[in-house]
């Protein structure tokens, strides 16, 4: 029975001393980033597009989905502020399973409350029909994928093209 307690105690401290470092390295990580000027802004945008970005090539208009609300309020900002996009020309749909339609209103709200934006905005919520349903565990938390699209951007898109290719040439 000692040895046990003395193994648990053991571990304990061992995480507790893991946790304290994994928070140290993760407050440095947010100093060393620290603020953006606007060059690094529009780099960091152009680099979230060519991840996250709608790339085919019949696409028409600017547009990314993410379900990290943070990514897409970097995104809506980066839009704003490096491209001189107005808000009220962004267009947003809820993406989600199937079994989510019942709460596809409460979704459209958190999204439209967290990137402060109207719910006028939102189109047509698209639902995935899928053999299995999907659950997540923390089902309360989950709202759906956002897909945000810039109305009449096709020339931002070209142009987007261009900056991915440029980054893509870049010399490193």
């Not at 970097?74 to 989600?96: C, E, P």
């Given at each position: 029975m000692k040895l046990q307690d003395g193994r648990r105690k053991y571990q304990a401290a061992r995480t507790l001393k893991r946790l304290r470092y994994e928070k140290e390295l993760f407050d440095l990580?947010?100093?060393e980033i620290g603020g953006l000027i606007p060059r690094e802004l529009f780099l960091v945008g152009v680099s979230l597009y060519w991840a996250e970005g709608f790339k085919h090539r019949?696409?028409?208009?600017?547009?990314?989905a993410t379900l990290?609300?943070?990514m897409a309020k970097l995104y809506v900002y980066w839009l704003v502020k490096s491209l001189g996009v107005i808000k009220d020309n962004l267009l947003f749909r809820?993406?989600?399973n199937e079994a989510y339609r019942g709460k596809v209103g409460e979704m459209e709200r958190c999204w439209a409350d967290f990137l402060e934006?109207?719910?006028?905005?939102?189109?047509?919520?698209?639902?995935?029909?899928?053999k299995q349903v999907k659950k997540y565990a923390n089902s309360e938390n989950y709202h759906g994928v956002i897909r945000i699209r810039v109305r009449k951007s096709l020339d931002l898109l070209r142009k987007m093209r261009g900056w991915m290719?440029?980054?893509a040439q870049a010399r490193i």
């Amino acid at each position: 029975m000692k040895l046990q307690d003395g193994r648990r105690k053991y571990q304990a401290a061992r995480t507790l001393k893991r946790l304290r470092y994994e928070k140290e390295l993760f407050d440095l990580g947010i100093k060393e980033i620290g603020g953006l000027i606007p060059r690094e802004l529009f780099l960091v945008g152009v680099s979230l597009y060519w991840a996250e970005g709608f790339k085919h090539r019949d696409e028409s208009a600017l547009g990314l989905a993410t379900l990290d609300p943070k990514m897409a309020k970097l995104y809506v900002y980066w839009l704003v502020k490096s491209l001189g996009v107005i808000k009220d020309n962004l267009l947003f749909r809820v993406t989600a399973n199937e079994a989510y339609r019942g709460k596809v209103g409460e979704m459209e709200r958190c999204w439209a409350d967290f990137l402060e934006v109207g719910l006028d905005q939102f189109r047509k919520p698209f639902f995935q029909k899928t053999k299995q349903v999907k659950k997540y565990a923390n089902s309360e938390n989950y709202h759906g994928v956002i897909r945000i699209r810039v109305r009449k951007s096709l020339d931002l898109l070209r142009k987007m093209r261009g900056w991915m290719a440029g980054l893509a040439q870049a010399r490193i």
